[in-house]
């Protein structure tokens, strides 16, 4: 059985030199390939490094989050890096209301830079969005009209922590859904009623690690061979075997990460 983690952080083991031991554990629960995710001009140099220095088992991807909001960046090096080898998709870029409000406009000016980077290159774009989801359809309805490519989806919107009228919406704008371990808290309900309808041809998993561990590890450092948990609760919560769901999130990641 083959699983995908389309979305993790490697920052934090790089600092503490376990890249290694991460990917070797992941592969051994048969979680490969991996999907780095970058966010600022260190976290994608070292999505890039990484995806070439391990191109069977991590694929890149590289723009601006919002904590880059208001800061000056240099796009042309960002749209140098996303056209090179390994890198599969740009991002995560997007809106956050909850922890930045303040810095609103300048996080919808970079979210744009973001989206005309992706809908140039035919790149997918790797979505967050907390408190700000009419905003984020907004500013998604644009691109994903400028979205050309047939046979992939203009983006994802990871970490889905929203409504089912919004992932409504961003399924009929062509979009995935990504799944977190937040599906598997006590008190995420709601999500998981949304995570039920989501189609199976839509559905993306992720850790989003070190942060989010899903149950049995909560609170502990997230890894991506616990995305294992999240395919576990949502096969049980779809009405299909382990397996199935596998097989099906991991054809998507591989037809919307094409390299
Ligand atoms: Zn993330």
């Known amino acids: 059985m083959q ?11 790089h600092a503490e030199g376990e890249v290694e031991g991460l990917i070797v554990r ?10 780095a995710i970058g966010g600022s001009d260190e976290a994608n ?18 723009g601006y989050d919002r904590d880059e909001a208001g800061k000056a960046h240099d796009l042309d090096a960002l749209l140098d890096l996303a056209r090179g080898e390994g890198v599969v998709g740009i991002g995560e ?8 409000a303040d810095s609103a406009e300048a996080q919808r000016h970079l979210f744009v830079d973001n989206l005309d980077i992706a809908a140039g290159l035919g790149k997918p774009v790797v979505v967050h969005s907390r408190e700000a989801d009419e905003d984020t359809l907004r500013l998604l309805e644009d691109y994903a009209g400028r979205w050309t490519r047939k046979d992939a989806a203009p983006g994802v919107l990871h970490c889905f922590t929203g409504s089912l009228p919004f992932a409504r919406c961003l399924i009929d704008l062509g979009f995935m859904i990504s799944f977190s371990g937040i599906v598997t808290f006590k008190n995420a309900d709601a999500l998981r009623e949304v995570a039920a309808e989501v189609p199976d041809e839509r559905l993306l ?4 690690s070190p942060y989010l561990a899903p149950v049995p590890y909560r609170g ?39 390299r």
């Open 205 to 208: 998993i992720e850790t989003d």
């Open 220 to 258: 502990k450092r997230n890894e991506p061979a616990y995305v294992l948990e999240v395919a576990r609760l949502l096969a049980e919560l779809r009405g299909c075997e382990l397996e199935t769901l596998a097989a099906y999130t991991t054809a998507n990641a591989l037809r919307f990460f094409s």
């Open 3 to 13: 699983i995908i983690d389309s979305h993790l952080h490697f920052d934090s083991f």
């Open 93 to 100: 870029t997007g809106l956050d209301y909850h922890y930045s």
């Open 26 to 35: 992941a592969a051994e629960a048969g979680v490969s390939p991996l999907v």
């Open 45 to 62: 140099r070292l999505a890039v490094e990484l995806a070439r220095a391990y191109p069977d088992q991590v694929y890149g991807v590289v």
